[in-house]
């Protein structure tokens, strides 16, 4: 059967095939763009961690255990822009490692669903609490957007950190009432961190759990 080509060359000539094209230019270290974060499962499973439903990756060189996450920018000037980066649940490397991923897990989740982080009252440690991995999966909040070197050697995009309710521009971005931070500080992004977004994001609301995970997650490298 004989195929037409619309260039008129053969199958097997590309002298005429458009050149390609340059990939984007990097997202500004710094900048504040709200995402949806989603979980491609691994398929490892602790139940005495509580790590259930294939979500967690194991490492095969490391035997790190990580999330390993993809963000998808969801409005503004960078909206459909992707970042991935590997949120760690088990790593030799010590304690300070499962504090930074604890961190950032429990960020999220005051970003998500609108929590100061120095709110302590039961509705805000409820908010923090989730019934297992499939309460992240798609989960959406303001994200600070940083910097980091990929396995050649190049700059790529990942994110570090999640911007909370006491952040000065958070309200703005989710279309919320301000929330002062009773000691005066921000959390997140800079200062001087330029908006990508001034709508309204979707908040979800937070989900009753019985208890907090019982892991003690890390960032794995």
């Not at 995009?157 to 009773?182: C, Q, T, W």
């Amino acid at each position: 059967m004989n195929t037409t080509h619309t260039s008129g060359s053969s199958w097997n000539d590309f002298n005429d095939a458009q050149a390609q094209q340059g990939g984007f230019d990097l997202i500004p270290k710094g900048t504040i763009v709200p995402v949806r974060m989603s979980i491609k499962p691994g398929g490892f499973d602790d139940y005495t961690q509580g790590w259930t439903d294939g979500y967690a990756t194991q490492s095969n060189e490391t035997g790190a255990v990580y999330l390993a996450a993809e963000f998808v920018v969801t409005a503004g000037q960078y909206a459909k822009r992707k970042m991935w980066t590997n949120i760690g649940l088990h790593s030799a490397k010590g304690p300070a490692w499962g504090q930074m991923g604890r961190g950032f897990i429990r960020a999220l989740l005051n970003s998500a669903r609108n929590v100061h982080p120095e709110d302590n009252s039961p509705q805000a440690s409820a908010a923090r609490r989730i019934n297992g991995f499939v309460d992240l999966d798609g989960v959406e909040f303001l994200a600070r957007v940083d910097v980091e070197k990929d396995g050649r050697g190049d700059d790529r995009n990942i994110v570090r950190l999640a911007v909370e309710p006491d952040h000065k521009d958070y309200a703005a971005f989710m279309g919320v009432p301000s929330k002062a931070s009773p000691g005066g500080g921000n959390s997140g992004a800079p200062a001087a961190a330029t908006p990508a977004f001034a709508g309204n994001a979707h908040v979800p609301q937070a989900r009753p759990a019985a208890s907090a995970p019982s892991g003690k997650p890390s960032w794995a490298q």
